[in-house]
């Protein structure tokens, strides 16, 4: 004979409010996260539009700094006139014909790692197999950062990277995506299909030193530029 348990029906509801209330949560957590990213890619909008503000108005005074910028927004991808490499690097050479030495860094820095367009600012740069390369990029890298150390870039912040969402120019000392390859050392293949590691203590110290005396300019932050 089975006797009711008493506690069975309260116990029962109990569990279908927990139930319908934590699908309620679940929708409102979903609802509310379609709503935080749908503000995130708004924000980005507004602030990729500041940035393109910011470039045309370069441009228009004559700045070769504002077709530097051009050129690295469409190698980055938030420009999109231009996608054939080729074409994309024709504009850095534009850019720095007309005297950018952020155009011509990221041009002999382009070559040293071969890469098919300029701008490609990875951690860490190495020939990718192509020595001859490398050292003639190199050639053509060192006495440019001994005048200028570092190269501008137009930034959105992150919030994955708890940075502010706002546009504005930072810098990147450039010395400091070379000198981490002479440390740790790269493969030069040889003839015989070998492979050979070389390291470069010294030249490890020089490129270290130029990151470590790189006097880079504070952030812009174009909302106080334009927002006046």
Same mark, same amino acid.
Request: glycine share 8%; aromatic share 8%.
């Given at each position: +004979?089975?006797?009711?348990?008493?506690?069975?029906?309260?116990?029962?509801?109990?569990?279908?409010?927990?139930?319908?209330?934590?699908?309620?949560?679940?929708?409102?957590?979903?609802?509310?996260?379609?709503?935080?990213?749908?503000?995130?890619?708004?924000d980005i909008d507004k602030g990729?539009? +500041?940035?393109?503000?910011?470039?045309?108005?370069?441009?228009?005074?004559? @700045?070769?700094?504002?077709?530097?910028?051009?050129?690295?927004?469409?190698?980055?991808?938030?420009?999109?006139? $231009?996608?054939?490499?080729?074409?994309?690097?024709?504009?850095?050479?534009?850019?720095?014909?007309?005297?950018? +030495?952020?155009?011509?860094?990221?041009?002999?820095?382009?070559?040293?790692?071969?890469?098919?367009?300029?701008?490609?600012?990875?951690?860490?740069?190495?020939?990718?197999?192509?020595?001859?390369?490398?050292?003639?990029?190199?050639?053509?890298?060192?006495?440019?950062?001994?005048?200028?150390?570092?190269?501008?870039?137009?930034?959105?912040?992150?919030?994955?990277?708890?940075?502010?969402?706002?546009?504005?120019?930072?810098?990147?000392? $450039?010395?400091?995506?070379?000198?981490?390859?002479?440390?740790?050392?790269?493969?030069?293949?040889?003839?015989?299909?070998?492979?050979?590691?070389?390291? @470069?203590?010294?030249?490890?110290?020089?490129?270290?030193?130029?990151? @470590?005396?790189?006097?880079?300019?504070?952030?812009?932050?174009? @909302?106080?530029?334009?927002?006046?």
């Amino acid at each position: +004979m089975n006797i009711p348990n008493r506690y069975e029906q309260p116990i029962n509801g109990m569990r279908r409010v927990a139930l319908a209330g934590a699908a309620a949560c679940a929708l409102m957590l979903s609802a509310c996260t379609a709503i935080e990213k749908a503000g995130y890619a708004s924000d980005i909008d507004k602030g990729r539009a +500041m940035l393109l503000h910011h470039v045309k108005t370069l441009q228009a005074a004559g @700045d070769p700094l504002g077709d530097y910028f051009y050129a690295l927004g469409n190698s980055d991808g938030w420009i999109k006139d $231009v996608q054939d490499d080729e074409a994309i690097t024709e504009l850095f050479r534009q850019a720095a014909a007309k005297g950018s +030495m952020d155009a011509k860094i990221l041009l002999a820095l382009q070559k040293a790692t071969s890469r098919p367009v300029p701008g490609k600012l990875d951690e860490g740069m190495s020939p990718r197999g192509n020595v001859v390369a490398w050292e003639a990029g190199l050639a053509e890298l060192l006495p440019l950062l001994q005048q200028q150390c570092y190269v501008r870039r137009l930034v959105v912040g992150s919030r994955d990277l708890g940075t502010e969402l706002r546009p504005h120019v930072t810098t990147y000392a $450039v010395a400091y995506k070379i000198w981490p390859t002479f440390r740790d050392g790269y493969y030069r293949n040889n003839q015989d299909g070998t492979r050979t590691l070389l390291r @470069d203590p010294e030249r490890h110290k020089l490129w270290q030193a130029l990151e @470590d005396n790189c006097k880079q300019p504070a952030d812009q932050w174009l @909302d106080r530029l334009y927002n006046k």
